[in-house]
């Protein structure tokens, strides 16, 4: 996969890197439970490709069976979670991307688990659970 207009991005130390094709990607936040236990904050915000969109450059990432379906996938130097796998996408954590100023959420998953005390107010589309563009 090479685009001129790939974007980067990488770990907390660097050791894992990557690079993906933000064409047709789909940003969104997600309030999920698990989400939340991941990452360690009360929500994320994903930028969802395709696999052939995405591509490791460096490093090699630890996978995490988080559920049936998904691996969440980390750094084994510094244990900075990355991306996630599984259904048609790979979920990469905008946290993560170098430069993600391009890369506007469009709603939020899983509003069942938001904290009732996080108040964003930008008049996003949201749904209880998954998002009906997930899968």
């Excluded at 974007?7 to 130390?13: K, N």
């Excluded at 170098?98 to 506007?104: E, G």
């Excluded at 069942?112 to 563009?133: G, S």
């Amino acid at each position: 996969m090479t685009s001129s207009t790939s974007l980067t991005g990488h770990c907390a130390c660097g050791a894992l890197r990557y690079r993906f094709d933000p064409a047709s990607a789909v940003v969104d936040y997600c309030h999920c439970k698990t989400c939340q236990r991941w990452s360690g904050a009360p929500v994320t915000a994903w930028a969802q490709v395709r696999p052939a969109q995405f591509e490791i450059v460096a490093g090699e990432a630890k996978a995490f069976q988080s559920s049936p379906l998904y691996k969440r996938h980390f750094c084994g130097e510094c244990g900075s979670p990355v991306y996630m796998s599984g259904g048609e996408t790979i979920g990469i954590m905008l946290g993560t991307v170098d430069d993600a100023s391009s890369l506007v959420p469009r709603g939020h998953g899983w509003t069942a688990d938001q904290m009732p005390w996080l108040k964003i107010d930008d008049r996003l589309p949201r749904w209880d659970e998954d998002a009906p563009y997930d899968g």
